[in-house]
């Protein structure tokens, strides 16, 4: 039996890293998710304990998924999760100590790919970045058919201005639905 050499497994586990940015008020969750990321193979680029600071990061380091606290002191999770989509869609993990319907529904509007409740399991966080990955491999191969498109056929990407969505609208594949929720883990 050909067992695959560790720099085949250090390469498809590469392959499949994901770039994370992670916000939370909380330094222990910051750490923890930082701890949980590494764990699964995944880059950590970058750690805010602020929507705002997080928001600055994100326009730098520009992550592959980021992965927020909703309540965080000077800008919430969702509303940093719209700012940062209209500049960059990306996909991103709320996370919340409660689930709260409106807070769903709220998160859906404003870009937010996956709600999660905490204490957050491995397992979960697993499942969520999986679905993530899923989203940004699919966004790779249709920017690589627009580059191979002429240019007038090319699309834009959204302004500022881009219209609250609704689930008709969505930019997101059909096999990967918004803000979905997750029960706690007894």
């Known amino acids: 039996m050909n067992l695959p050499s560790a720099e085949h497994a250090a390469a498809t586990q590469s392959e499949s890293a994901l770039r994370v940015a992670v916000a939370d008020d909380d330094r222990s969750m910051r750490e923890l998710l930082e701890h949980m990321l590494r764990k699964q193979g995944h880059e950590v680029v970058a750690v805010a304990d602020t929507g705002k600071q997080l ?38 993990i709320l996370l919340s100590g409660y689930c709260d319907r409106n807070l769903v529904l709220d998160a859906e509007q404003k870009h937010v790919l996956i709600y999660l409740v905490k204490p957050i399991s491995d397992a979960n966080l697993r499942a969520a970045l999986a679905r993530c990955r899923a989203l940004v491999a699919t966004q790779a191969e249709a920017d690589e058919l627009a580059d191979d498109s002429p240019a007038e056929q090319v699309l834009t990407p959204p302004s500022e201005e881009t219209p609250v969505r609704s689930p008709s609208t969505s930019p997101y594949p059909q096999a990967i639905r918004p803000a979905q929720y997750t029960k706690r883990q007894t």
């Open 55 to 92: 928001i600055k990061l994100c326009a730098s380091a520009k992550p592959d998924v980021i992965i927020t606290d909703n309540l965080m002191p000077d800008l919430d999770g969702a509303d940093a999760a719209a700012i940062i989509y209209a500049q960059r869609p990306t996909p991103i």
